[in-house]
């Protein structure tokens, strides 16, 4: 089993910053391509960020290109999203996934069938 906690959301006014973070157990967190998804009220849990076991490879959804980085530190199992130029749209439940199948070292996916293993979700709040 391998368990996944976020950490880091809240509420922020439009134009600021905040920093997820998600530590993970269980199998060597080196071998795990990591991902962030988020869900808002109503709508399907979508891909914000991926990357790769060495961190060669990310991906990020249009709407975040410029704005979130996604980045790993694998001596503290720890994945991070951090988020500036936050928008009101951006308000949701970001979940954090690991796709724990062997891949590549620079395999990272955007699909979310390929994650198995996902946290408890954070709350962003971002205020206009």
Do not use: H
């Not at 509420?11 to 920093?19: K, P």
């Not at 199992?77 to 928008?87: A, H």
């Not at 796709?99 to 994650?115: H, M, W």
């Amino acid at each position: 089993q391998v368990q996944l906690v976020e950490s880091g959301g809240g509420l922020v006014q439009a134009g600021g910053s905040l920093r997820l973070s998600c530590t993970t157990s269980g199998r060597t967190f080196s071998s795990y391509g990591m991902g962030w998804f988020r869900q808002a009220p109503g709508k399907e849990r979508e891909f914000v960020a991926a990357i790769s076991r060495n961190a060669a490879t990310v991906y990020y959804t249009d709407s975040v290109k410029g704005r979130f980085t996604i980045s790993r530190d694998n001596a503290k199992n720890t994945v991070y999203l951090q988020m500036n130029s936050l928008r009101p749209e951006d308000t949701a439940v970001y979940y954090c996934a690991a796709d724990v199948s062997y891949r590549a070292l620079s395999y990272a996916t955007r699909t979310r069938a390929n994650y198995e293993y996902w946290g408890q979700g954070t709350q962003v709040t971002v205020s206009s």
